[in-house]
C-alpha cells in the first residue's frame, strides 16, 4: 500500500510562501498523475493542482491559485512539491498529495496544515 507523508505546513502571515513536500512510496509518483489537495475547515476537499507523470510535467492549476502556486516534482526522490507564494487567509487548510484522479476510498496521508493569518 502507498505511504503518502506531506510536510512544510505552518503559519505564515498573509503574503508570505512556504514549500509543500509529498514523498510518496515505491513507484507511485512515476505510475501516476499527481494533484495537491486541500480541505478547509468545514469544507470539502478540493483540488488545488495537478502535475502530469509524463516528461513534460505539464500542470494545471484551480482558478483560485493560478499564478501563485506551482508544483514540481522531483523523480529520483519521489517527491512532489507544491511551492505557494502570495498566501491569503482563504488559502488556510490542511493539503495532501494523492494520485490525480483520487477518491475518498484511495489511501490518503495525514496532510499538512497550512495556516496564513496574521
Known amino acids: 500500500q502507498v505511504q503518502l507523508v506531506e510536510s512544510g505546513g505552518g503559519l505564515v502571515q498573509p503574503g508570505g510562501s512556504l514549500r509543500l513536500s509529498c514523498a510518496a512510496s515505491g513507484s507511485f509518483l512515476s505510475s501516476y498523475n499527481m494533484g495537491w489537495y486541500r480541505r478547509a475547515p468545514g469544507k470539502q476537499r478540493e483540488l488545488v493542482g495537478t502535475i502530469n507523470r509524463g516528461a513534460s510535467g505539464s500542470t494545471n492549476y484551480a482558478d483560485s491559485v493560478k499564478g501563485r502556486f506551482t508544483i514540481s516534482r522531483d523523480s529520483a526522490k519521489s517527491t512532489v512539491y507544491l511551492q505557494m507564494n502570495s498566501l491569503k487567509p482563504e488559502d488556510t487548510a490542511v493539503y495532501y498529495c494523492?494520485?490525480?484522479?483520487?477518491?475518498?476510498?484511495?489511501?490518503w496521508g495525514q496532510g499538512t496544515q497550512v495556516t496564513v493569518s496574521s
Open positions: 494523492n494520485k490525480h484522479p483520487a477518491t475518498p476510498w484511495d489511501n
